[in-house]
């Protein structure tokens, strides 16, 4: 179903105009093959190419991190996410594709105007209309040719012969031309009606195809548009289907990207639908052509396809039922996640979550631009700080919490916890006064709420700020103060399981080694009673600080590593560069001062990708400082440069791999 069918004239012409132009979009109709002709032409292209995939985006605030998250891009700071995006990809040689731009063209058309910036990068967009930008080059992509009077098969009749389900022999190809004829070469159109193919003759298709038609243009030669000749071969599929099918139909159209069958059942089950007979018609709709089966029973909706579904939901006068069903079970999923995600589920909540991405931002919006449904976005979106903050996601959840902050302004134990996870982010990204902001309003309404778990996740926050900026004596305070509040309560986690370290690493910086070890021992045995693995890796990081200090090199640098693994696994931008810093002070600590300058130079880029230095602490910028000084006066100024400009050449994900000793790159550089 997803071979590639012709077109060789057009991927030709598309090529020689990405080459002479820096932004090509692809035009046309629904269903005419824009995207796989982008992708395909972007495969051929012989430049590294990535794609970001629109039309799940619905929120345009979105759009440049939706790219950066495409192009890889691990920045979570407080920066303008677009100015990020022009910085790297100023260094980049590039064909970035932005598939299905027309529901955000406005935007999409300022995005790549500030993008083009950059010299040598080159976008190929999808829409179905022009982004407008000056220097665009348009090419309106045309249906397939169609059969003519020699009896060679068409790229048409391959396509349509190819999808069919059933064997057809060539005595069928004057009626498969006249089927190719009458749906205008549409390739979506074409295969929607292949289908069919598997019950009707090609006579009886072609003399449906000619009934349905001559409805629409009266009895004149006229053909239809082509936009409404696709929406009538969908409308057609859907008269074909069964009731319950066509129901179904109707309200999957709701979920963004892939959803599987316990989303399905709970979204779209009722008394008129039973949920039991979900799974059977969900194979039916795979049959037809309307679903794709993706794996791991996990289904996705073409977007025309799903178009059509929820014209007809909205004629149904229930997409704000349907909706609200939608967002009631992610937040339930969000929920068990939380509730799940200090135990050996860990991982298997974090990859369930991602691939549930789409449809956790189709909710959030979904609450979010309705007045009836903010509250719940608002639980939504802080009950997702786990998802936030391990998942690599800051940037994201700090614009849905502010979202919903603005939008709920009473007091409430739903906002009192929004507000905590928003200053938390902030202190993670570095903007200290939001951070300080949000923890005293958060303590404010805890107080009047007497909501004491809610009082001690203020305190933790506010000793965040402190920490960070560089006042040790109060962050101490307070985080002692916030993890006896978190015994007390009960809270495990993120509380005590982050506190802890949090509070480790303040008496580090105070020199209070002893304490600092009994404080993680405590938390990596709470960890491991739990089968947690976040949390823990900060207290493997915060404990290989505290043997840094005490001059045990071999396991701060072992207990860097052990932390680091994690961080990988779970995308912790913030937690990696805190590892690779560390790995960076114990080579120069141990005379490696090679190493050590490659280290901080591969850290230098990480931070800067993270956006603000070190934090801004005066302590991670001191001993920074020290090693980079140590290594200057061991190497000499030029090797040094040379040596950390290898480092900050490394992506991230060859950065980790060379910090874990799993490094493929020159065989000049030693391994770490």
Known sequence: MNSFVGRSRELSEIR??????????????????????ALRAAELSGVESVVAELSSLRDPALLSAHV??????????????????????????????????EHLADHCAMLTQVLLAAPDLRILATSRRPLDVRGERVFQVPPLPLPGPAAHRSEATLLLTGRAPVHLDRSDDPVLAQICHRLDGIPLAIELAAIQLGAL?????????????????????????????LRTTIGWSHELCEPDERLLWARLSVFSG???????????????????????????????????????????????????????????????????????????RARR???????????????????????????????????????????????????????????????????????V???????????????WIAAIQGDLVLAAARAAECHADAEAQRDRAAIA????????????????????????????????????????????????????????????????????????????????????????MVEW??????????????SLRVKRLYHDVTGTVMCVELLAWTAGGRGEHAEAARLLGAAQNLWHTFGLPLFGSPFFSAEHRECEEAARRALGGQVYEELTAEGAALPYGDAVSYCLGEWHGPVSWARV
């Not at 200090?549 to 052990?562: E, N, T, V």
Request: aromatic letters at 8%.
């Open 549 to 562: 200090a005490a001059g045990d090199l071999a396991s701060a640098w072992a207990h860097a590593r052990l």
């Open 258 to 332: 892939g959803f599987d069958l316990a989303a399905a059942e709970y979204v779209c089950g009722d008394e008129r639908l039973p949920a039991t007979e979900i799974d059977l018609l969900l194979t039916r709709l795979v049959n037809r052509s309307l679903l794709t089966a993706e794996g791991e029973g996990r289904y996705r909706m073409m977007s025309t396809v799903a178009e059509f579904g929820l014209d007809w939901l909205r004629a149904l006068d229930q997409e704000r039922e349907i909706r609200r069903r939608h967002r009631d079970f992610y937040l339930r």
């Open 337 to 407: 996640g939380e509730s799940g995600w200090s135990s050996r589920a860990q991982t298997d909540w974090h990859a369930r979550l991602g691939r549930d991405h789409t449809n956790l931002r189709a909710a959030l919006d979904f609450s979010l631009a309705d007045p009836g449904e903010h509250v719940a976005g608002l639980v939504l979106a802080a009950t997702l700080w786990y998802f936030w903050t391990a998942c690599g996601h800051l940037r994201e959840g700090r614009h849905y919490l502010e979202r919903a902050l603005e939008l």
């Open 409 to 423: 302004t009473e007091p409430s134990a739903e906002r009192t916890k929004a507000l905590w996870v928003c200053g």
């Open 16 to 37: 020689q105009l990405v080459a002479s132009s820096r932004l090509v979009t692809l035009t046309g109709v629904g269903g005419v093959g824009k995207t796989r002709l």
């Open 201 to 229: 003759s090609p006579r009886r298709l072609l003399d449906a195809l000619d009934d349905r038609f001559s409805l629409l243009r009266g009895h004149d030669r006229c053909g239809l548009p082509r936009h409404q000749m």
């Open 68 to 101: 950066a998250a495409a192009l890889d891009l691990h920045d979570q700071s407080s920066r303008p996410q677009l100015d990020v995006l022009a910085d790297v990809l100023k260094e980049r040689r590039l064909l970035l594709v932005l598939d299905s731009c």
């Open 457 to 544: 996740y203020a305190t933790q926050v506010a000793g965040a700020a402190a920490f960070f900026a560089g006042d040790v004596d109060t962050a101490i305070l307070q985080f002692t103060a916030a993890t006896e509040q978190h015994r007390a309560t009960g809270e495990l986690h993120p509380g005590l399981l982050l506190g802890l370290p949090q509070l480790a690493m303040a008496h580090v910086l105070r020199g209070d080694l002893d304490r600092a070890r009994a404080v993680l021992h405590e938390c990596l045995a709470f960890c491991d009673e739990a089968g947690e693995l976040w949390a823990r890796s900060h207290a493997c990081y915060t404990l290989g």
